[in-house]
């Protein structure tokens, strides 16, 4: 049988299934973080271990990363159901690690800043999905400035300043939001090249998922240090 191009409407429906498969994924990830996080802080004796036994949250740190460079370099390589529990594996480390959040910050500004976090997230998803403006320039200065702002960090570690630590901050959230805008718009060109196949759709989907998780939980931890109140 001949296969027939899709029409505009077709197209539109096949772009939507694939960027809702995206979201999907990188809610997932989100709940697994938060399931980790509410499951670890239920645990005192594993708790105190990871937040006081240096070795063992830096080894922690350690596997994120390597879990997010593999899925990176390999996800098109894999099998979805490996990307996909890669993904998960990292998204539940993740959430041990970001349980000192909810040690930090009460639960009441840690809840607000989600919320805070999630809408500004939508707005600039939809803005990079709907916008006819190529963003790759906008991008590459976002991508610099996450640079930047990972050697000032680095740097602010030992000089310990509370004006840097600001500047940081909100060159941080800028950063993000140019991310989040030319993230999705990435996606969208993505979809627009067309996939080998489905099953290359759904692990590109699961790749997508991981680019726009890191983008949400990076700029969550900056807003929470505007929005989030400490601790007692």
Do not use: C
């Amino acid at each position: 049988m001949e296969n027939k191009p899709m029409t505009g409407t077709g197209v539109q429906a096949s772009e939507s299934s694939f960027i809702s498969r995206v979201y999907l994924w990188m809610s997932a990830g989100l709940a697994v973080s938060a399931a980790a996080s509410f499951w670890l802080l239920t645990q005192p004796a594993l708790l105190k271990a990871v937040f006081t036994n240096w070795a063992l949250l830096i080894g922690l740190v350690v596997a994120e990363f390597a879990l997010v460079i593999w899925l990176s370099a390999a996800a098109l390589r894999m099998s979805v159901a490996t990307a996909s529990l890669v993904f998960l594996a990292y998204s539940f480390l993740n959430g041990i690690t970001l349980t000192s959040v909810l040690l930090i910050y009460t639960g009441a500004s840690v809840l607000s800043t989600f919320a805070i976090t999630a809408g500004t997230f939508f707005f600039f998803s939809v803005y990079g999905m709907t916008t006819k403006k190529d963003l790759t320039s906008m991008g590459n200065l976002a991508m610099m400035g996450l640079f930047g702002i990972i050697i000032a960090g680095v740097v602010n570690f030992f000089l310990k300043s509370t004006a840097l630590y600001w500047v940081t901050t909100f060159i941080g959230i800028a950063v993000f939001l140019g991310l989040i805008a030319w993230d999705t718009q990435k996606l969208k060109n993505l979809h627009a090249m067309g996939f080998e196949n489905a099953e290359m759709e759904k692990k590109a989907a699961v790749l997508g998922a991981l680019t726009v998780y890191l983008d949400f939980i990076n700029l969550f931890i900056l807003l929470l240090r505007i929005f989030g109140k400490r601790r007692d």
